[in-house]
């Protein structure tokens, strides 16, 4: 038995040795893991490309509008003087982006999605008090001659009347006391009629105008008339203009 024993452990330690041997003749030809980088910028540009984003569009902003005059009738409508062009609008009339959705007597109110805007009157107001309050009696009156074919086309058409004159409401102790005219273009009907710019319309053939409405109405009834009489205010003048149509 002891002689055995020794046998047993050589053969195990060649055993060993031939499977180091082994080992050793492998050929080490296992290919090595190589961690790639992933550049995130790039893959974004190309899902951008695939799915793109739907960019927002910039708000369109409110084209530059006057309001010249409001009819809140049953009828409701507005003049108003866009970028130079003078329009008559109605409630579901478009202005740009903007769509009108209300038209009240001292201004008008626009929508574009959430946003709205409203629109009043550009005022005149009388800041200091003349030395003395112009009378309701006429200090000075005079006349002057107009084609009726003149009255009728600028009548007929708001847009052309208003291209000819600037009027603004005149507000005395917070309430209207007529229309300034803030500018009369040379050479027009209403510079040949005598009338200035700074003078303030009172009244039309003894008619107070006190809002955009009046104004509207008595336009209709000048087209018939022979003769027009104006009030106007000019400092602190009263003036009584008399207009004969021919």
Known sequence: MLGVY??????????FAMYYLYLKEIPNNIPLLKRE???????????????????EKPREELPAIRLIATVSGSVRMALVDVGGDVK?????????AYMVVNIERNY?????????VAVGFAMQLETSQPSSQP????SRSFQATISKGELERITADPGIM??????????????????LFEWVEPGSI??????RAGDVLLSINN??????EDAFRILQVLRNENSIKLNLQRGSEMLELSLRVE
């Open 37 to 55: 980088g992933v550049d995130v910028s790039e893959l974004l540009n190309v899902f951008s490309k695939l799915y793109p984003r739907a960019e």
């Open 135 to 138: 009378s309701s009696q006429a």
């Open 190 to 195: 209403f510079e040949r009629s005598g009338i």
């Open 162 to 179: 208003f291209r000819q004159i600037r009027l603004v409401p005149f507000v005395r102790d917070g309430r209207t006391r007529g229309f």
């Open 88 to 96: 008559v609008l109605r409630v579901g009339s478009q202005v740009g």
């Open 6 to 15: 020794p046998i047993f452990m050589a053969l195990l330690a060649l055993t």
């Open 207 to 212: 008619q107070d105008i006190r809002s955009g």
């Open 108 to 116: 008008l109110v626009l929508s574009m999605e959430d946003k709205k």
